[in-house]
């Protein structure tokens, strides 16, 4: 009797001893499950809805203004890739630009195609001048983002030479920039505000983010006189306006992986 006792009493110990052994197995398992699940939400949490404004080919001695008092009011900030000479022009523009807290990239220094795409020599020297230009003016560095003149998979240029180009750029941790949007202004001479203000409706719908195409020139009034409406359809749908200074780590993986910058 006394042997069955210790007997039973061993047996109930060792069968209680698995059961808290199990009962933490399963109380950590829980744990790291709930670890893994919060590193996962906060890996994969996406960007909100973003709107990239970026402006070419100026800066010009009247609209970059219009442009700039109408940011300002708005409380917003966008993106101007500058053509060298322009700047030269209108230095006066380039620096309130840069005051006022806008992203300065390098467009061009001529924007003659037929020189900067010429050879890489050509591009390099083109890109330099127009760096050495913002520089002087704002006594600041431009971005290290670029546009290439007509977009990075033009016509214009040969495609080994295109790809010379990118590739340089690329050694330099330069990122060149395309657009997702088109706003259609310089598909003619003036092209009127109603389909400015449609094109970029109907191509930023359904996007997370959108960056859009615009010029600041000379005789783009039109543009000017559309981005009001343009601006606060955005807001209406929920766009965070940003630009291409200080992007997050995030913003230029999805940036690249929606081909707008870098694309090959």
Same mark, same amino acid.
């Given at each position: 009797?006394?042997?069955?006792?210790?007997?039973?009493?061993?047996?109930?110990?060792?069968?209680?001893?698995?059961?808290?052994?199990?009962?933490?197995?399963?109380?950590?398992?829980?744990?790291?499950?709930?670890?893994?699940?919060?590193?996962?939400?906060?890996?994969?949490?996406?960007?909100?809805?973003?709107?990239?404004?970026?402006?070419?080919?100026?800066?010009?001695?009247? #609209?970059?203004? !219009? =442009?700039? @008092?109408? *940011?300002?009011?708005?409380?917003?900030?966008?993106?101007?890739?500058?053509?060298? /000479? +322009?700047?030269?022009?209108?230095?006066?523009?380039?620096?309130?630009?840069?005051?006022?807290?806008?992203?300065?990239?390098?467009?061009?220094?001529?924007? #003659?195609?037929? !020189? =900067?795409? @010429?050879? *890489?020599?050509?591009?390099?020297?083109?890109?330099?001048?127009?760096?050495?230009? /913002? +520089?002087?003016?704002?006594s600041k560095d431009p971005v290290n983002y670029t546009r290439l003149p007509g977009g990075s998979t033009n016509l214009i240029?040969?495609?080994? #030479?295109?790809?010379? =180009?990118? @590739?340089? *750029?690329?050694?330099?941790?330069?990122?060149?920039?395309?657009?997702?949007v088109c706003s259609g202004d310089a598909d003619s001479h003036e092209v009127p505000v109603g389909k400015i203000k449609r094109?970029?409706?109907?191509?930023?719908?359904?996007?997370?983010?959108?960056?859009?195409?615009?010029?600041?020139?000379?005789?783009?009034?039109?543009?000017?006189?559309?981005?009001?409406?343009?601006?606060?359809?955005?807001?209406?749908?929920?766009?965070?306006?940003?630009?291409?200074?200080?992007?997050?780590?995030?913003?230029?993986?999805?940036?690249?992986?929606?081909?707008?910058?870098?694309?090959?």
């Amino acid at each position: 009797m006394k042997r069955f006792s210790i007997f039973n009493y061993n047996a109930f110990m060792l069968t209680l001893l698995l059961v808290c052994l199990n009962c933490s197995s399963i109380t950590y398992a829980n744990k790291l499950n709930i670890t893994n699940n919060k590193f996962k939400d906060e890996t994969v949490q996406e960007l909100p809805k973003e709107v990239f404004l970026t402006f070419d080919d100026g800066p010009s001695v009247n #609209n970059t203004q !219009k =442009i700039l @008092k109408i *940011l300002n009011d708005n409380n917003i900030k966008a993106t101007f890739f500058v053509v060298g /000479i +322009k700047a030269e022009e209108n230095p006066t523009a380039l620096k309130e630009l840069s005051n006022s807290g806008m992203c300065i990239g390098v467009h061009t220094y001529s924007h #003659n195609y037929k !020189k =900067i795409y @010429k050879n *890489l020599d050509a591009y390099a020297n083109d890109y330099e001048m127009c760096r050495n230009i /913002i +520089k002087k003016i704002t006594s600041k560095d431009p971005v290290n983002y670029t546009r290439l003149p007509g977009g990075s998979t033009n016509l214009i240029i040969s495609k080994t #030479n295109l790809s010379l =180009i990118k @590739k340089a *750029l690329n050694n330099k941790g330069i990122k060149y920039v395309d657009w997702n949007v088109c706003s259609g202004d310089a598909d003619s001479h003036e092209v009127p505000v109603g389909k400015i203000k449609r094109n970029v409706e109907n191509q930023c719908k359904n996007k997370k983010i959108a960056v859009i195409l615009m010029h600041d020139t000379y005789y783009k009034h039109f543009t000017v006189e559309s981005l009001p409406e343009i601006i606060k359809y955005l807001k209406d749908q929920g766009f965070n306006f940003r630009t291409f200074e200080n992007l997050t780590e995030a913003e230029e993986k999805e940036l690249m992986k929606l081909e707008i910058i870098n694309k090959k």
